[in-house]
């Protein structure tokens, strides 16, 4: 049986009476170089505050935060935090930030599918996705501020969906400016994986337990995770160059990644 997405109406509620909780505890990594903002830059962003609209960002409502690794490279690892928007009940795309205050630096995006879709892609585009069965179950993936029950709902529909990621600022390398290529990310897919010091750290800025929260979902079932995701444990590692070539597959806008 098709289970919705769609939260019911008692927990967005709780979601939006809950907004301001479970931020500004993360300061970003890094600081770019550049000049303190003029006083002209400053007034001119107060009255665009006030006078331009902003509707597109105002639906990135929901804020979770998990961990990544970029693909190849299980040892690269960082805390990630997610802006996300449901776009319907088989679609979520989000922002990625490598902190939750006001002077976050936007890392890349995910954007989120239901098992439903994730059906319909092919195999070779599978691989650039990875699964969050364990995410949610192991308790890594919160929804930082809002109420239990709204966060084990909301990881109920999360479950079986499938992200694609790719970060374009790694500032886990502390890298002041967006260099580089950028890189495909994966999630974790069993213990032993993700170094115990960043959900540590983790749990200690939002004063919770990953180890309680692993367990209070025990209850949410999971579907068979599909076999073309999380390639890389088969050694089908997918990841972006940088190439003077062109070729035919630029031209097809399939991209490095799918070569």
Partial sequence: MKKSITLSPAILILFFTMVSCGG???SSNVEPPGGDKSGKDKVLEIGADVIQDKSPLKLFDVYLDGFHFYNGNLNAQMEAHHYVQQLNEDFYQAIIFDGN?????????EYIVTEKIFKTLSEEEKKLWHSHHYEVKSGTLIAPGIPKMAEHELMEKLVSTYGK???TWHT?????LPTGSPMIMMGFTKEGQIHSQLVTKRD???????????KDRENIPISKVDPMANAWEKGHV????????????????QGPANK
Avoid: C, L, Y
């Avoid at 886990?172 to 002041?176: A, G, L, V």
């Avoid at 200690?204 to 692993?214: D, G, L, Q, V």
């Fill in 24 to 26: 500004k505890n993360t």
């Fill in 101 to 109: 205050d006001k002077n976050a630096k936007i890392m890349g995006i």
């Fill in 165 to 167: 990621t790719i970060h």
């Fill in 172 to 176: 886990d390398q502390t890298r002041n």
């Fill in 204 to 214: 200690k800025r939002f004063n919770i337990s990953t180890a309680e929260k692993k």
């Fill in 238 to 253: 997918r990841q972006f160059i940088i190439t003077n070539k062109v070729d035919s597959a630029v031209h097809k806008h």
